[in-house]
């Protein structure tokens, strides 16, 4: 009996690194996959807005420059609400008009680099690398036909 004494302490000292880091690991993960779905949300309430353009108003010229711009000011207004943490460090933000096979598509995407801003800090722990992994590119894309 005397022999283990001092064994959960030990344990404890073994083991509570590695349930803060899960804990850790995992809040940022949910912290990632929220802030991913926050991308989504603007990119499809951007396309939304471009379907909500009434095309009898407008000439078959107008219409695609009408649809983009609907698209591209919602897609501003809509970034403009989010975090500035998910803010910072957007690549590429846009939408554009596709044709393909005869039908005209609208694509709004946002890309944002996650190495230079990123959404949450890393621990480093040296040759061992940082912890936990991050994607190094977060983006988020909704293509529709009009």
Do not use: H
């Amino acid at each position: 009996m005397r022999q283990s004494r001092g064994a959960v302490a030990l344990e404890f000292l073994f083991l509570f690194p590695f349930v803060v880091g899960i804990l850790y690991a995992a809040a940022s993960y949910g912290i990632v996959f929220f802030s991913k779905y926050e991308m989504q949300n603007v990119v499809d309430q951007a396309v939304q807005a471009a379907l909500r353009v009434d095309r009898n108003r407008f000439s078959e010229d107008e219409i695609e420059s009408r649809v983009t711009t609907a698209a591209s000011s919602a897609l501003e207004q809509g970034w403009a609400l989010l975090p500035a943490s998910l803010q910072a460090g957007v690549q590429d933000a846009g939408c554009s008009v596709l044709s393909s096979g005869g039908v005209d598509l609208l694509r709004c995407a946002v890309t944002r680099d996650n190495v230079d801003q990123p959404i949450l800090p890393q621990v480093s722990f040296g040759f061992l690398g940082s912890f936990p992994p991050m994607p190094t590119q977060m983006s988020a894309a909704a293509t529709v036909a009009f």
